[in-house]
């Protein structure tokens, strides 16, 4: 049977199938393509490992494709942030006009490649053009555009965290995806995404 009809007859029964959701939630081809694999390491286990963990998590978040919005005129900036005992999170910030809107999305459980959560809480805020202004100036503090997608000396390791940031630019697209990062500058741009979202993160829990 074609993959297609498969998706269709899955997404079908969500409702009515507490079973068929979790199989429609986890299977690949239900998905739109969230991160170029090829971007995400040069071992293609690894990148395809990221790719599948990361494209469930902002699948189960409600989250768009940034490589769909690409194909159309807009900026946004998105941060996905996945620490290992604390539950998934994800902050995004669109230009509209003059005005920007912070999109906030956490889902139930810890960040774990072997689990996927359930949408927990939500939130939508409007914003003012200063705090897309301090989104641009953050950016260009990490050198964001001209920033090596992922970065082989400190790529891993233990009870860490995963940060990913994507960004779109009327067609330009850019992934930045750093394990538990030391860098001053870009703990700054996700806690600041955080906060146009009103979440404050005690520093305790910064990794």
Sequence with gaps: MPAALIAALLLACVHADPQARAVAETAPWTRPEYVAVDLLHSDPAVARFRQDWYARTLFAMGEPSFIELARRPGQAVRFLW?????????????????QAVAELRVLTG????????????????????????????????????????????????QEGAR??????DDGRL??????????????????????????????????
Excluded at 115 to 137: C, F, I, K, N, P
Aim: proline share 7%; glycine share 6%; hydrophobic share 45%.
């Design 82 to 98: 996945l620490r290992h005992w604390h539950a998934p999170i994800a902050v995004r910030v669109s230009r509209v006009g003059d």
């Design 110 to 157: 810890l960040a774990r490649p072997e689990t996927t959560g359930r949408l927990r809480a939500s939130r939508r805020v409007v914003l003012d053009a200063q705090a897309w202004a301090g989104v641009q100036t953050r950016l260009d503090a990490v050198d964001f555009w001209q920033a090596p997608t992922w970065d082989p000396t400190t790529d891993g390791g």
């Design 163 to 168: 940060w990913l940031f994507e960004a779109i």
């Design 174 to 207: 850019h992934i930045v995806d750093r394990w538990s990062p030391d860098d001053p500058a870009l703990i700054d741009l996700g806690l600041y995404l955080l906060s146009l979202a009103q979440v404050e993160i005690p520093q305790r829990e910064v990794y």
